[in-house]
Nanobody, 122 residues
Framework: QVQLVESGGGLVQAGGSLRLSCVAS????????MGWYRQAPGKQRELVAA???????NYADSVKGRFTISRDSAKNTVYLQMNSLKPEDTANYYC????????????????WGQGTQVTVSS
């Protein structure tokens, strides 16, 4: 089994910054894509940003230029630096990782963290 644990959420004023962290642990041989998703009340979960094992990144249009995703593959950790936060960024943020649990695994299995709340006040 694999566990993902997020940290770094909280309450911040508009224009402020937060840094989220997510550590993956357990039965891990390798991790392909790591990413951050968010879900606001009454809305669907949406991709915020993702980073591949090779370092390629992808961002939602709404966060481009404000958020930066990075990862430390040696520590199985992904980060999300969030700057210039807006009230519409308020949501529960979830970490996701596609994990191969053993050598020779034919596929990468998706795992999710429990979420960390980010609240941006106006």
């Amino acid at each position: 089994q694999v566990q993902l644990v997020e940290s770094g959420g909280g309450l911040v004023q508009a224009g402020g910054s937060l840094r989220l962290s997510c550590v993956a642990s357990g039965s891990i041989f390798s991790i392909n894509v790591m990413g951050w998703y968010r879900q606001a009340p009454g809305k669907q979960r949406e991709l915020v940003a993702a980073v591949t094992s090779g370092g390629s990144t992808n961002y939602a249009d709404s966060v481009k230029g404000r958020f930066t995703i990075s990862r430390d593959s040696a520590k199985n950790t992904v980060y999300l630096q969030m700057n210039s936060l807006k009230p519409e960024d308020t949501a529960n943020y979830y970490c996701n990782a596609d994990v191969a649990e053993y050598i020779g695994s034919p596929y990468y299995r998706p795992y999710w963290g429990q979420g960390t709340q980010v609240t941006v006040s106006s």
